[in-house]
């Protein structure tokens, strides 16, 4: 082995060893231009799927609401009646866990009497901002 033979082996050796500052910057790049265009459209899907998931999970406590009704003869009182009551006729949990929060962490409203004269009681979630009324995300969700 002649000392040509050494000093090729090392040049490639630390040719293969990282990337370049530059190699870097360029991945950098390319990473922050592809966020920029998939970030947004992923950002957006949040808000409807938080919408799906109240309005699944005001259909799961329209069931459970259904079933009190038919056991005992009436709606319940409050939401909170599903999992423990003393109703003639209870023949509950109504609910296998407590009574879940919408998605944005706030209590489901609930009324056993409606003021829609079709519906035997009203079930909706204020949205984002935990208050009646609004637009976009923080639009009212209301159970038909």
């Not at 009190?68 to 003393?86: E, I, Q």
């Not at 296998?96 to 409606?114: K, M």
């Not at 949205?127 to 009212?140: E, F, L, N």
């Amino acid at each position: 082995m002649t000392l040509k033979d050494i000093k090729i082996g090392r040049s490639a050796i630390s040719r293969l060893r990282g990337f370049t500052l530059i190699e870097l910057l360029i991945v950098i790049v390319i990473l922050g231009l592809l966020l920029s265009l998939v970030a947004p459209t992923m950002f957006s899907k949040v808000g409807s799927s938080q919408r799906k998931t109240a309005a699944a999970q005001m259909q799961m406590l329209s069931t459970a609401l259904d079933t009190y009704r038919l056991d005992t003869g009436t709606f319940p009182s409050t939401l909170a009646d599903l999992r423990v009551g003393d109703a003639p006729g209870w023949d509950g949990p109504y609910l296998p866990r407590e009574v879940p929060l919408d998605p944005w962490g706030n209590p489901y409203v609930y009324s056993a009497e409606s003021k829609n004269s079709g519906q035997p009681y009203s079930l909706l979630s204020y949205g984002k901002d935990g208050r009646a009324g609004g637009d976009g995300d923080a639009a009212d969700i209301v159970f038909q």
